[in-house]
């Protein structure tokens, strides 16, 4: 199947990793339709007035750069620094800082803002017609249709399944034989509140980090929002989140777990019960792609837990990928489609296992001393050889390194800093020297090309 001759292009979800494909296809010069289940977002506010945030990091950015649209995006994002960590029965909170280069920072921004920027762009190519309110019920992979749940049917010639971690384009491919996937649940959810600006409109806590309530088995974290509020979000196991029923028992559990963060929020208990729980899970799957004629990408090919901020990171990265492939082998769809696989699969792989053992990291290492020692030699480390070792947040946040590699890496540095903490006599800089040099980062990944202050 050739790109230019492939019938109709549709593209199933405008999220982020829909909304980048469609811009990149559009701005090729391809006619696109995007189908999408929601209201436009750029008209309707579909989160119920609440801002929800996530943190955007090198992976994303360099995407954003490639389409154009990191001036837009510049204005929206919130710069963050390090982990501002609120450990219990301390009153004062410590900052730690993700890297030692000052350009080492997050950003937060806006989920739906980012999405506006992204829809705007893909409609400004002029080659794309985005639908709302349309919902694919499901799609017929032999009569090459798609069924919406209002009974209609529309003919496609290449479907990017680009709808999320419950993907009907994924289903359709499983039931077709050539895909396969399962999900794994965490016995943990989440919750989201909003933490609203004090009486002059400034934000509650400082802007510029990240802010964590480590407690061990749960925990609390705020991103900021450019309105002054804040984005916090509870991760608890089931257990936890079934015993918070009513008002009583949510203010007693935040007065006892979070009471510095308790006093700043007086209708905690109003928003608690009103918000809705969200699951948490690992959807991994094999077989991305059918005879050239549908694919899938981002949280559709791979959904993460987001405790490395990485699930729309590595959406956009792999958007990039799938376009790159595409143009490679604009004349074979279907090798195209199985070379995107064949590099983006171990890397969604190596960033899904990071990011569930950095729930955990979270939660307790970073009030673990030994957890601290060991960053503080990394940091140490990189600073000494910093073309040999790179802490494995870093690699993961700040470069544009295979994930793979960022976690073979990692875990061998990881048994290095081990046995230099057991063994302080050994010689850890001759062994940090005899890693393989990093690979240098992606051309287009400028440190400065978001705001810094
Ligand atoms: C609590 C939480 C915090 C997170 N924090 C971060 C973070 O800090 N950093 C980060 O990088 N990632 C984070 N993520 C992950 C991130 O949200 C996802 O990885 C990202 O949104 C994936 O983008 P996507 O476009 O692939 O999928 P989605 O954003 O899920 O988009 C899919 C789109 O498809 C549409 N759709 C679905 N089904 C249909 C259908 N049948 N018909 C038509 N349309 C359909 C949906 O309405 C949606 O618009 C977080 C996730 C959660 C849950």
């Not at 569930?356 to 940091?379: H, Q």
Request: overall charge negative; charged content about 25%; glycine content about 6%.
């Amino acid at each position: 199947m050739r790109l230019d001759d492939a019938g109709r292009l549709v593209i199933v979800g405008a999220g982020q990793a829909g909304a980048l494909l469609a811009l990149l296809l559009g701005r090729a010069g391809h006619d696109v339709t995007v189908y999408e289940s929601r209201p436009d977002l750029r008209r309707v506010d579909i989160d119920a007035g609440r801002s929800i945030n996530l943190a955007l990091a090198t992976r994303g950015i360099v995407p954003l750069i490639d389409a154009g649209v990191i001036a837009d995006v510049d204005s929206i994002t919130i710069p963050m620094r390090g982990r501002m960590v609120h450990a219990a029965g301390d009153p004062t909170p410590d900052l730690q800082p993700y890297g030692s280069n000052p350009h080492e920072v997050i950003h937060s921004v806006s989920r739906s803002d980012l999405n506006a920027i992204l829809l705007d762009a893909a409609e400004a190519t002029g080659n794309v017609h985005i639908e709302f309110d349309a919902r694919i019920a499901s799609v017929d992979l032999d009569t090459s249709e798609l069924r919406f749940t209002d009974g209609r049917a529309e003919p496609f010639g290449v479907v990017f399944g680009a709808d999320g971690a419950g993907s009907r384009v994924r289903k359709a491919m499983a039931a077709a034989g050539s895909c396969e996937f399962a999900t794994e649940w965490l016995d943990h959810d989440y919750k989201e509140l909003t933490l609203p600006p004090d009486e002059n409109g400034r934000h509650r806590l400082d802007p510029n980090a990240l802010h964590i309530w480590p407690r061990g088995e749960f925990m609390l974290i705020a991103l900021a929002n450019p309105e002054g509020d804040f984005t916090v979000t509870l991760f608890a196991p089931k257990t936890t989140f079934a015993e918070l029923v009513d008002a009583s028992e949510v203010d007693r559990f935040f007065d006892e777990e979070f009471p510095g963060f308790a006093r700043l929020l007086p209708d905690l208990a109003v928003q608690f019960l009103e918000n809705p729980i969200g699951p948490l899970g690992t959807m991994r799957a094999t077989g991305w792609s059918h005879e050239g004629r549908a694919v899938i990408v981002g949280d559709a090919a791979h959904a993460i837990v987001p405790f490395h901020g990485q699930g729309m990171n590595a959406a956009l990265e792999s958007v990039r990928a799938l376009d790159r492939h595409m143009r490679n082998q604009p004349d074979d769809l279907d090798s195209a489609f199985r070379a995107f696989e064949a590099e983006r699969k171990p890397d969604a792989d190596a960033i899904a296992d990071m990011a569930l053992s950095n729930y955990v990291e979270m939660r307790a290492g970073v009030i673990d001393p030994n957890y601290l020692a060991k960053r503080e030699l990394a940091l140490e480390l990189e600073q000494r050889h910093p073309e040999h070792l790179r802490p494995r947040y870093n690699m993961v946040m700040f470069s544009t390194m295979p994930y793979a590699e960022a976690l073979s890496r990692a875990t061998a540095q990881s048994a290095l800093i081990e046995s230099a903490l057991a063994d302080p006599t050994i010689d850890i800089d001759a062994m940090v020297r005899a890693l393989a040099p990093l690979p240098s980062n992606d051309p287009l990944a400028d440190p400065t090309a978001l705001s810094i202050s």
